[in-house]
C-alpha cells in the first residue's frame, strides 16, 4: 500500500510543476525579444519582412496586414518625422516610415529608416 501512495504521490508533483510551468507564461524568447525591447525603453513595432521600404510608393494604398494599430506611430517628433497633416498617420514597419491617409490607406510620402 505503501508503494501505491509514493507512486500517487510522485503523479501529482509532476502534474503541479506542469500546471506552474503553464500559469507562468511564455518567456521573453517565446515572445519575439518584445519583453527585452520593452524594458529599454524603446517603442514596440511590428515587423513584417515581406514588404520592404523599396517596394513602397507614393499613391499605393497600404495592404489590410499593415492597417493595425500596432503600425502606427504616435511619437514620430522621436523619429524626427514631420507632423502628419490633419487625416494622416505614420506607420512604422521595418524600421521605415510611411505616411498614409486615414480615409483611405494611400500612401503620401515613404522616409526610409535605413541610410
Do not use: C
Amino acid at each position: 500500500m505503501s508503494k501505491r501512495i509514493l507512486v500517487q504521490l510522485v503523479v501529482l508533483s509532476f502534474a503541479g510543476v506542469s500546471l506552474t510551468a503553464m500559469a507562468a507564461g511564455p518567456t521573453a524568447d517565446a515572445q519575439g525579444g518584445q519583453a527585452q525591447m520593452e524594458s529599454q525603453g524603446k517603442p514596440r513595432q511590428q515587423v513584417m519582412p515581406s514588404i520592404p521600404h523599396r517596394d513602397w510608393h507614393k499613391g499605393q494604398r497600404v495592404p489590410s496586414d499593415y492597417r493595425h494599430y500596432n503600425f502606427i506611430m504616435n511619437d514620430w517628433q522621436s523619429h524626427d518625422l514631420k507632423a502628419p497633416p490633419r487625416g494622416h498617420k505614420w506607420l512604422g514597419v521595418n524600421g521605415d516610415y510611411v505616411l498614409v491617409s486615414t480615409s483611405n490607406w494611400i500612401i503620401s510620402d515613404i522616409v526610409s529608416g535605413t541610410p
